[in-house]
């Protein structure tokens, strides 16, 4: 599928991604979606994904010599 | 109530408020951010919401000196900065990388780094617009292995 800045896509009844402008290192794209569906940008996800495993820290015991390892950088 | 460090007195001035919560965390909008002697430099952000929620942090320039911070105009806007404020850690923003501690090692999220407004106490999970940096930057260094693993010392 090749557009050019001002054409568009549909995918299915609800959802709209236009292409507003296309310049040699990056394209703007407008995205019309309904509330529940969420548009965010991959990176957005993987920070998402990573806080998840992030949430789960080990004791204090290991934060203790993990602090200590970095002081000894 | 802490996940670490029980239960801990604190000044309202002195919550971070994030308004958006964090990516996956989007409900958790009230964090402290506790500091010990024992621990520095890490940072563990206490979710004031929830208490057996503590990220475990450390200022970016612990993981890159030569760190470059870069956010999108929306996390501008949600952590309070003016349009033309110029942000500079250490002076009116604090920027810190949150840590994964698992079995594979410990590595640091320098692509959506923790910003904090310093005179508002405003906070975001700023994802840079350009991945130049990785969420799961590995901390260099063969004493910091994973959880458990005793560095040589």
């Known amino acids: 599928m090749r557009r050019r800045?001002?054409?568009?896509?549909?995918?299915?009844?609800?959802?709209?991604?236009?292409?507003?402008?296309?310049?040699?290192?990056?394209?703007?794209?407008?995205?019309?979606?309904p509330r529940e569906i969420p548009v965010v940008r991959s990176e957005v996800r993987l920070t998402r994904e990573q806080n998840r495993a992030a949430a789960e820290p080990p004791g204090m015991d290991s934060l203790t010599l993990l602090a200590r390892a970095l002081r000894l950088r | 109530m802490t996940k670490y460090f029980g239960e801990t007195q604190f000044d309202?001035?002195?919550?971070?408020?994030?308004?958006?919560?964090?990516?996956?965390?989007?409900?958790?909008?009230?964090?402290?951010?506790?500091?010990?002697?024992?621990?520095?430099?890490?940072?563990?952000?206490?979710?004031?919401n929830t208490p057996e929620l503590c990220f475990v942090a450390v200022p970016v320039f612990a993981v890159d000196p030569g760190y470059r911070l870069e956010m999108s105009e929306a996390d501008r806007t949600l952590a309070g900065f003016q349009a033309n404020e110029e942000i500079r850690i250490g002076a009116n923003a604090a920027c810190l990388a949150i840590l994964t501690i698992d079995e594979s090692g410990v590595t640091a999220n320098l692509l959506g780094p923790v910003v904090v407004n310093l005179s508002s106490n405003l906070a975001v999970q700023a994802v840079a617009p350009e991945m130049r940096y990785s969420h799961r930057t590995p901390l260099a260094g063969?004493?910091?292995?994973?959880?458990?693993t005793e560095p040589c010392c």
């Open chain 1, 5 to 33: 800045a001002g054409e568009s896509i549909r995918i299915g009844d609800d959802i709209e991604i236009q292409v507003i402008e296309v310049t040699p290192t990056r394209v703007t794209l407008g995205i019309v979606a």
């Open chain 2, 12 to 48: 309202e001035s002195a919550v971070l408020r994030f308004p958006a919560g964090l990516p996956g965390f989007e409900e958790e909008k009230r964090f402290l951010a506790l500091e010990q002697p024992e621990q520095r430099p890490l940072v563990f952000l206490q979710s004031l």
């Open chain 2, 142 to 148: 063969s004493a910091l292995g994973g959880r458990g």
